[in-house]
T-cell receptor, first 114, second 115 residues
Framework: AQKITQTQPGMFVQEKEAVTLDCTYDTSDQSYGLFWYKQPSSGEMIFLIYQGSYDEQNATEGRYSLNFQKARKSANLVISASQLGDSAMYFCAMTPWGYQKVTFGIGTKLQVIP | EAGVVQSPRYKIIEKKQPVAFWCNPISGHNTLYWYLQNLGQGPELLIRYENEEAVDDSQLPKDRFSAERLKGVDSTLKIQPAELGDSAVYLC?????????????FGEGSRLTVL
């Protein structure tokens, strides 16, 4: 079984500042994938970034980076240079390797302040 | 390229009435998912299809929920009869078969309100 824990119900960040959204996970699988999705108020889930459990380097996609600490079972999302359009819900998720059964956390609501 | 299309976007019904949601995935995506998202929660998987076969429906409440994907393309999720607790957003997603990166492409969802 997989479990994702996001302990920050809401976060505020000043525009142009960096912000870290926390995510811890639990799984009995040896290989797995971790990722983050963004859900704006329109409702559509948007894929942001992926990290494989076997990857030694942290994943980066533009302003998004995933701070992966395998021993601590954490996969925090770092957004650099926040923009007003970053205001949304952010979901951490995971899936076992080779099997698409994605488990989501409950999300963190990020609000970017001008 | 067209994204995942869902309809209707919003539906309001009285309890005990039936309701159906439709999803057309991205062309070429063999895997289709239906997720349930309650207010303030993350999406929860209801059913996953590989082509026309339901390979994971363990979370689908089969007493009132049913789904089909007859030709391995579009899909319909039905609730009959609806209960007050079914009020939620029903999300459809698709992906390439056997992708390991977790990249699912979601539609905008169908928001159901049961009165």
């Amino acid at each position: 079984a997989q479990k994702i824990t996001q302990t920050q119900p809401g976060m505020f960040v000043q525009e142009k500042e960096a912000v870290t959204l926390d995510c811890t996970y639990d799984t009995s699988d040896q290989s797995y994938g971790l990722f983050w999705y963004k859900q704006p108020s329109s409702g559509e889930m948007i894929f942001l970034i992926y990290q494989g459990s076997y990857d030694e380097q942290n994943a980066t996609e533009g302003r998004y980076s995933l701070n992966f600490q395998k021993a601590r079972k954490s996969a925090n999302l770092v957004i650099s240079a926040s923009q007003l359009g970053d205001s949304a819900m952010y979901f951490c998720a995971m899936t076992p390797w080779g099997y698409q059964k994605v488990t989501f956390g409950i999300g963190t609501k990020l609000q970017v302040i001008p | 390229e067209a994204g995942v299309v869902q309809s209707p976007r919003y539906k309001i019904i009285e309890k005990k009435q039936p309701v159906a949601f439709w999803c057309n995935p991205i062309s070429g995506h063999n895997t289709l998912y239906w997720y349930l998202q309650n207010l303030g929660q993350g999406p929860e998987l209801l059913i996953r299809y590989e082509n026309e076969e339901a390979v994971d429906d363990s979370q689908l409440p089969k007493d009132r929920f049913s789904a089909e994907r007859l030709k391995g393309v579009d899909s319909t999720l039905k609730i009959q009869p609806a209960e007050l607790g079914d009020s939620a957003v029903y999300l459809c997603a698709s992906s390439l078969e056997n992708t390991n990166t977790g990249e699912l492409f979601f539609g905008e969802g169908s928001r159901l309100t049961v009165l």
